[in-house]
Every structure is written in C-alpha cells, then in structure tokens.
C-alpha cells in the first residue's frame, strides 16, 4: 500500500520537519520512503510518500497528525493515495544526508570568511592596543620625571625653609638675649 502526506504550513522547512519523519518512518520499520520541500502559494509545504503494510501505513498516518517538530508552525494536513514509485529509505537517507552536507558546506565557508575578517579586526585592535601602550608608557615616564623634579623641589624648599627658620630662631634668640640685658635678667 502506498501513501502521499502533504503537510501544509507557516514553518515547516528548516526546522528539522523531514529528518523527524525519516527518524519516525525507520521506527515503524518502512523499507520504502521519500519526502521532499515544495512552496505551493506562498505556503511552505512537505509532500511525504511511503509504501508499507496496511497497519503501519495508519500508524505513520496517526503520528503525522499528532507529531511535528518543536519549531514547525502547520496549518493543513491531507492524505491521500500514491500510485508513483517511491525509493528506497536507505536511497532516501543518502539523499537527506547529502543535501545536509551541502548546506553546512557553504555555513562552513562562511564561517571560515568570517573568521579571517575577525582576525583581522583584532590584529587591527591590537595593534592600537600597542599604540595606547606606548603612549601610556611615554605618559608614565613624564610622571616619573615630574615626581623626580617635585620631589627636589620639595627638598630644596625643606632645606630653604629649614635655613630660614634657623636664621630667624637665631635673631630671635638674640633679640631675647638684648632684651634680658636691658632688663637686667642677665
């Protein structure tokens, strides 16, 4: 018995929709299986063939029905008979594979691409990192000489305000010496 499933809906390419009915069809045992995308109307569409016994032939009928992928948004379901050939699953799963390896070829491409220009970016960035770390070793320098001058600086006024305060003690020391003579304290 042979039967086509044509699974009608918003999402229902690129959210693992046929992999999922490969994976439930290997379940039931089908030896023979296909299914493919189409976009009928603007509407993404799934058209499912499969050949088997009468009694699992239901049973896929029931899990299409009750059974999709997390992401799949569907709005129709229909079934029908089938009078062309259906292939094989193991011919079918060479075909899903094949068609997944031609999809992640060009992401890997891309990534690659996408890699080189990251790479080039941060050899850009780090190559102002190394400018801004000159600059701040140049900074840092200045600020060492800056703190050796003000450092001298504020020596020199310590030993000038010292020498002043010893010449002032000194006239005063004086001053009070003559004072105490001419009061006769001495």
């Known amino acids: 018995m042979k039967q086509q499933a044509v699974i009608s809906g918003k999402k229902v390419h690129d959210v693992g929709y046929r992999v999922f009915l490969l994976q ?3 379940e039931l045992g089908f030896r023979k299986f296909n299914a493919r995308n189409q976009v009928k109307d603007g509407v993404q569409q ?11 032939i239901d049973a896929y009928g029931a899990i299409i029905r009750t059974e999709h992928p997390p992401d799949a948004e569907i709005s129709d379901i229909s079934f029908g008979n089938y009078e062309g050939y259906v292939i094989s699953i193991t011919d079918y799963m060479h075909v899903i594979q ?7 070829i060009p ?3 891309s990534i690659d691409k996408k ?10 960035m780090l190559g102002k990192q190394d400018l801004m770390l000159g600059r701040q070793d140049k900074m840092l320098q200045k600020m060492d000489g800056m703190e050796t001058s003000i450092t001298g600086e504020i020596h020199d006024l310590r030993t000038d305000l010292h020498s002043h ?5 000194s006239v005063m020391e004086q001053d009070i010496q003559q004072i105490k003579t001419k009061i006769g304290l001495t």
Do not use: C, F
Request: proline share 3%.
């Open 24 to 26: 439930k069809a290997l």
């Open 46 to 56: 799934i058209i499912v063939q499969y050949e088997g016994e009468p009694e699992i």
């Open 98 to 104: 094949v068609e997944q390896r031609s999809k992640g």
């Open 107 to 109: 992401a890997i491409i």
């Open 115 to 124: 890699q080189d220009k990251m790479l080039e970016k941060q050899d850009q």
């Open 165 to 169: 305060l010893d010449q002032r003690l």
